[in-house]
């Protein structure tokens, strides 16, 4: 059930820039493809130039990058501590 759609949505007259941030609010490595799926299916008889698929053709490329890359987690707190790495090497 991960790539289904919530029925609101699809019943939705026209797609909108909400619909786009919904989906993407909380993204992670571990969904990304599924999010991405999702929005592909959700902007696919969209106009080239309508600005839910543009946004949406954004968010593909982003959770593309997401989905490879991983994410790095936790932020540097004091002097000489780092980062920690991101889980995707494992």
Known sequence: MSQAEDPRRAQAPEVTLEDIH????????????????????LIANLPPDHPARLAGEREIARLQ??????????????????????????
């Open 22 to 41: 919904q989906l993407t609010g909380a993204s992670t490595p571990h969904f990304s493809l599924q999010i991405r799926n999702r929005i592909a299916a």
């Open 65 to 90: 990058r997401l989905s490879r890359a991983g994410q790095s987690r936790g932020e540097a707190a004091d002097t000489g501590e780092t980062r920690l790495p991101s889980l995707s090497g494992r």
